[in-house]
């Protein structure tokens, strides 16, 4: 689940039919304007081809390598903080997923982190102090 291809087209066969099945996926950090009219071109074509049009909303679910991947830290760094409770994660069997709305706090919590640390270098070499 590394990217989020916007119009995936599938095509499904059997012996006795073959049919195309078209299916829209957005990208839930980044929902443009541009995204949101797709989805509103891809319903409307959907239904006027009189096709079932089925709308599913399914929570995304990152693995702590992709975590570690989309923040540039380590897999072991992830496992660390989900170990000390600082990124929750949900156990799938015996594995670790977090959650996109926790990824998502917990990129920005970093990002504090590491404005509130550099914050006085930057500081120093912006003003000279």
């Given at each position: 689940?590394?990217?989020?291809?916007?119009?995936?087209?599938?095509?499904?066969?059997?012996?006795?039919?073959?049919?195309?099945t078209?299916t829209?996926?957005?990208?839930?950090?980044?929902?443009?304007?541009?995204?949101?009219?797709?989805?509103?071109?891809?319903?409307?074509?959907?239904?006027?081809?009189?096709k079932?049009?089925?709308?599913?909303?399914?929570?995304?679910?990152?693995?702590?390598?992709?975590?570690a991947?989309?923040?540039?830290?380590?897999?072991t760094?992830?496992?660390r903080?989900?170990?000390?409770?600082?990124?929750?994660?949900?156990?799938?069997?015996?594995?670790?997923?977090?959650?996109?709305?926790?990824?998502?706090?917990?990129?920005?919590?970093?990002?504090?982190?590491?404005?509130?640390?550099?914050?006085?270098?930057?500081?120093?070499?912006?003003?000279?102090?």
């Amino acid at each position: 689940m590394t990217g989020w291809p916007v119009v995936i087209p599938q095509v499904a066969t059997d012996e006795y039919t073959e049919a195309m099945t078209d299916t829209l996926t957005l990208n839930p950090g980044h929902v443009s304007d541009s995204d949101l009219a797709a989805l509103a071109a891809f319903a409307t074509e959907q239904v006027s081809a009189g096709k079932r049009l089925t709308v599913i909303a399914e929570d995304v679910l990152l693995t702590p390598e992709e975590v570690a991947q989309r923040l540039n830290l380590s897999r072991t760094t992830i496992r660390r903080r989900i170990a000390d409770g600082e990124l929750k994660s949900i156990k799938v069997g015996t594995h670790h997923r977090i959650p996109y709305p926790e990824y998502q706090r917990f990129a920005h919590e970093l990002m504090v982190r590491f404005a509130q640390a550099s914050g006085a270098d930057i500081e120093a070499e912006l003003f000279g102090a």
